[in-house]
C-alpha cells in the first residue's frame, strides 16, 4: 500500500478516534494529543504489514471492512496508553468534564471506554473482546456494571 | 404453571444480553421464538430499549471542531509520511517517492 492510499484510509476515523479519546479524557487538547499517540502507536507497530498489503481502495466495501479493522487496532492502542493518562490526569479531569456527564465521568476509564464502544459506536461484544483485549465474561461484567451505575445514579437523581 | 414461570424468568434474564447481541446465535434464535409466542413480553423488551437509550444520552458527544479537524489529519499526514518508508519499483516509483517526500518536508 502507497503512504497516500494509507492516509485516504485512515484520514476518515479522525473524528471517530476524537469522540473516543475525549470519553477517556475530556480535554480537547488532551484528547487530540491522545488521538496522535494511538494513530502513532499503530503505525509503528503495523508498519510492514501496512507497507506489504495490497489493497483495493476502488472497491468500497473493501478499503470500509480495511478501515474498521485499523480502526480497531488503533482503539486498541487507545486504550493502553489512555487509561494511563486518564488515572493521572484524574484530578484535571473531575475539573474539566463537563457537568452534564458527571456520572459517565465517574466510572472507572475502562468502563467509560467499553461502554462507549458498545453504545455509541455499537461494536458487538466479540470485537470489544477483541479490542479491549478481555475475555468475554469480562466484557460482559464492564457494560452490566456501567449500565448498572449510570442507571443508578438516573434513579439517585429522579428520587432525589 | 411453574414451568411457564421459569421459562418467563429465563428469557427475561435474556433481554439486555439479547439487546447487547451477546447472545449466541442458537440462543437468539430461541429468544426470537419465544417472544413470537408471547406478545406481552414486548412491552418489557421496549422498556429495556428505553432504558439503553437512556444510557447512550449519558455518554458524551464530543464536539468536533473544524480546526481540531484539520490538526488531527494535518499530523496523521506527517506520521504517515515520517514513520512509514515506501520500497520503490522501478525507476519512476523511486522519482515519486522522493517527489512526495521533498513535498511533505
Known sequence: ?160 | MIEMNSNYKMFERKIVPYLDGSLSSQEVSEFEAFVMTHPDFEQQIKNKQQEIQLIKQMIPVAVFSKETKESIESEMHASIFNLIKEEPKGLFDSVRIRWEEWRNR
Open chain 1, 1 to 160: 500500500m502507497k503512504r497516500k492510499e494509507l492516509h485516504s484510509l485512515l484520514s476518515p476515523l479522525s473524528e471517530k478516534l476524537y469522540r473516543f479519546a475525549y470519553t477517556l479524557i475530556p480535554d480537547d487538547l488532551q484528547a487530540e494529543q491522545l488521538v496522535i499517540d494511538s494513530f502513532n502507536a499503530f503505525l509503528l507497530r503495523e508498519r510492514k504489514k501496512l507497507m506489504a498489503r495490497e489493497v483495493d481502495l476502488v472497491s468500497k466495501n473493501g478499503s470500509q471492512i480495511l478501515r474498521r479493522q485499523y480502526f480497531k487496532g488503533i482503539l486498541q492502542h487507545m486504550l493502553e496508553i489512555g487509561v494511563r493518562r486518564s488515572i493521572q490526569l484524574s484530578e484535571q479531569i473531575k475539573v474539566s468534564r463537563p457537568q452534564e456527564y458527571v456520572p459517565y465521568y465517574s466510572l472507572e476509564p475502562k468502563v467509560r471506554f467499553v461502554m462507549s464502544l458498545r453504545y455509541d459506536a455499537q461494536f458487538s461484544v466479540e470485537e470489544i473482546e477483541e479490542i479491549v483485549q478481555m475475555p468475554r465474561y469480562e466484557v460482559i461484567e464492564k457494560i452490566h456494571n456501567g449500565r448498572f451505575l449510570l442507571l443508578s445514579d438516573l434513579n439517585r437523581g429522579v428520587n432525589v
